[in-house]
């Protein structure tokens, strides 16, 4: 079973960059396609990126492309999301996830790292 910790947020102005971390403990982290989603306040969960098990196909939401890039260290067992050109609506709880056939598997979020964009 893969437990996730998700850490990295903050607050940080319109512009700005973070980089969210996903660490995973138990030893199928590097069997797992892998996921970001974010829940912003009174919305639904929405997907923002993929990446395969590998890490040599990557996918992400339209509203993030080309600014968002996502990663992972199957060594480390962790995976990343380098968050650049951040706008006010990208603020929402950014969880990770394993994902099969494209779906995240709902038994693992974690407790989710908030990110705040001020304007």
């Known amino acids: 079973q893969v437990q996730l910790v998700e850490s990295g947020g903050g607050l940080v102005q319109a512009g700005g960059s973070l980089r969210l971390s996903c660490a995973a403990s138990?030893?199928?982290?590097?069997?797992?396609?892998m996921g970001w989603f974010r829940q912003a306040p009174g919305k639904e969960r929405e997907f923002v990126a993929h990446?395969?098990?590998?890490?040599?196909?990557?996918y992400y939401a339209d509203s993030v492309k080309g600014r968002f890039t996502i990663s992972r260290d199957n060594a480390k067992n962790t995976m990343y999301l380098q968050m650049n050109s951040l706008k006010p609506e990208d603020a929402a709880v950014y969880y990770c996830?394993?994902?099969?056939?494209?779906?995240?598997?709902?038994?693992?979020w974690g407790q989710g790292t908030q990110v705040t964009v001020s304007s």
């Open positions: 990446i395969t098990l590998s890490g040599g196909s990557t």
């Open positions: 138990g030893r199928t982290f590097s069997r797992y396609a």
């Open positions: 996830a394993p994902m099969v056939a494209g779906t995240p598997l709902d038994n693992y």
